[in-house]
């Protein structure tokens, strides 16, 4: 069950990746301390990661952490390289899933890459 303080950092996410998704990312997630002090952030990128798509994701880190009112006790950030088809493992509050389904027409290009 989520809590409140998942919720809201669910909330202040999606608004940080508004505009903020990379191409190359897969999937973004975090965890939290049950009293939400702690925060974790798990970027997971389509292979390594180029500069410009660990830019992307540091300028969503930014507006959340800007925007996210909880003063946290600690903080950490994960950029995992995940070539696709290999499995994800996510952290248990996931905000951003790339759709690679076999029946889109956009899954064909992940498998040439």
């Known amino acids: 069950m989520k809590t409140e303080h998942d919720i809201k950092l669910m909330l202040y996410a999606q608004q940080a990746l508004l505009g903020e998704v990379a191409p190359q990312f897969r999937a973004v997630s975090f965890k939290l301390s049950a009293d939400g002090e702690d925060l974790v952030a798990r970027f997971i990128f389509d292979g390594e990661s180029t500069e410009e798509a660990r830019e992307v994701a540091g300028v969503a880190l930014t507006n959340l952490l800007a925007n996210y009112s909880k003063n946290h006790r600690s903080y950490k950030e994960e950029m995992l390289a995940c070539p696709y088809p290999e499995k994800m493992e996510h952290l248990p509050i996931l905000v951003y899933l790339r759709n ?9 290009l992940y498998r040439s890459t």
């Open 100 to 108: 690679e389904d076999d029946w889109s027409s956009w899954a064909e």
